[in-house]
């Protein structure tokens, strides 16, 4: 079993391309570390950290899959790197572990996702109905159990924001923030349009002010979800339903009509989000994903085994810079360097 996790050579060694640096840029160094049976790419990253590089930034905190806090670009992947096995990854070749690419990097492998925070402030929360006079005596309301079921799915997001990464709408087109959630806040508003007691009417935001036209449903966002959440066919193809419908439908208009099942004004919903504007705002540094390596040709190469201090072969001018970065914006109880 032992043999089935080296990934270098046949010495037992581990290959680590870890990308270091800040937003003022930085390049790729490679650490050689011994292989152990049973890792996950973050136990690796945790023993660069003990050993040839403790100023190493990365974020997490539960280390179970649940949490959201390492998401990082692993081998070119989206992925969480407390659920990336190593010995799934392809045997003999080095592996390369970079941030997310689209948001813009604080320090190593720690990125501003802020832009998440302020999409989410645009969303109007759920507004119920008033109870009827059976659910005012039951002192609750009544719900079916498949209309509690269909929401359910949505409500398993950890926030890792890993489908936010793999977006090409976000990922390759920077001005793109300013007028597109992403998927990550569109299962958020399918959560709540699907509510059986919600009164507010997200469509015409939906594809107004948060974009929901310029997704074309690649299912990228669905393929590296860690809770397997069906993104594209659950939440964001039965959106882009009801926004036609309740613009282009004539026979559903005069439905709701007719059975007085109507919902409150777009601009009503959006009086209720806890802020307003475009999806997004930009974040206020200018750097976005990796910044343009220093001239340095080919990635340094660090060896180091369990115990040995930071290698030499690191450069001064690098440390320097990355211990000057800091922690500046991380809580200190989800980030190491």
């Known amino acids: 079993m032992a043999g089935e996790i080296i990934r270098s050579n046949q010495s037992g060694e581990v290959t680590m391309r870890l990308w270091r640096g800040d937003e003022t840029g930085g390049e790729f160094v490679d650490y050689v570390m011994p292989a152990q049976e049973g890792e996950v790419v973050l136990d690796v990253i945790h023993r660069v950290q003990a050993t040839a590089a403790p100023d190493l930034?990365?974020?997490?905190?539960c280390k179970a899959g649940k949490c959201g806090s390492c998401s990082a670009e692993i081998n070119g992947r989206p992925s969480l790197m407390c659920m990336t096995r190593m010995d799934t990854l392809p045997a003999g070749e080095t592996v390369t572990v970079a941030p997310m690419r689209a948001f813009p990097i604080l320090r190593d492998l720690v990125t501003d996702v802020s832009y998440n925070y302020e999409v989410a402030k645009r969303i109007p929360p759920l507004s119920p109905r008033p109870k009827t006079a059976d659910e005012e005596e039951a002192g609750g309301y009544r719900m079916a159990q498949i209309d509690v079921e269909r929401s359910q799915e949505f409500r398993k997001c950890i926030e890792c924001f890993l489908c936010q990464d793999v977006c090409h709408v976000v990922r390759d087109h920077e001005e793109n923030k300013t007028?597109?959630?992403?998927?990550?806040?569109?299962?958020?508003?399918?959560?709540?349009?699907?509510?059986?007691?919600?009164?507010?009417?997200?469509?015409?935001?939906?594809?107004?002010?948060?974009?929901?036209?310029?997704?074309?449903?690649?299912?990228?966002?669905?393929?590296?979800?860690?809770?397997?959440?069906?993104?594209?066919?659950?939440?964001?193809?039965?959106?882009?339903?009801?926004?036609?419908?309740?613009?282009?439908?004539?026979?559903?208009?005069?439905?709701?009509?007719?059975?007085?099942?109507?919902?409150?004004?777009?601009?009503?919903?959006?009086?209720?989000?806890?802020?307003?504007?475009?999806?997004?705002?930009?974040?206020?540094?200018?750097?976005?994903?990796?910044?343009?390596?220093?001239?340095?040709?080919?990635?340094?190469?660090?060896?180091?085994?369990?115990?040995?201090?930071?290698?030499?072969?690191?450069?001064?001018?690098?440390?320097?810079?990355?211990?000057?970065?800091?922690?500046?914006?991380?809580?200190?109880?989800?980030?190491?360097?």
């Not at 930034?57 to 905190?61: K, P, S, T």
Request: hydrophobic share 35%.
């Open 57 to 61: 930034a990365c974020r997490w905190n």
């Open 179 to 337: 007028a597109y959630a992403g998927p990550r806040f569109f299962i958020r508003s399918a959560e709540l349009e699907m509510h059986p007691l919600d009164t507010n009417d997200r469509r015409q935001l939906l594809q107004e002010d948060q974009g929901l036209g310029k997704c074309n449903i690649t299912k990228c966002c669905t393929e590296v979800c860690p809770e397997h959440i069906k993104i594209t066919d659950n939440a964001i193809i039965p959106l882009k339903e009801r926004v036609v419908d309740a613009k282009y439908d004539p026979v559903a208009w005069l439905g709701r009509k007719i059975r007085n099942r109507s919902k409150r004004t777009a601009e009503e919903a959006a009086a209720e989000a806890p802020s307003s504007g475009p999806a997004a705002v930009l974040p206020a540094s200018g750097a976005h994903g990796i910044p343009q390596p220093h001239p340095a040709g080919e990635p340094v190469l660090a060896t180091a085994s369990v115990g040995a201090g930071q290698s030499d072969a690191y450069s001064d001018a690098q440390a320097e810079a990355t211990t000057e970065a800091g922690t500046d914006g991380l809580s200190s109880d989800d980030t190491t360097a």
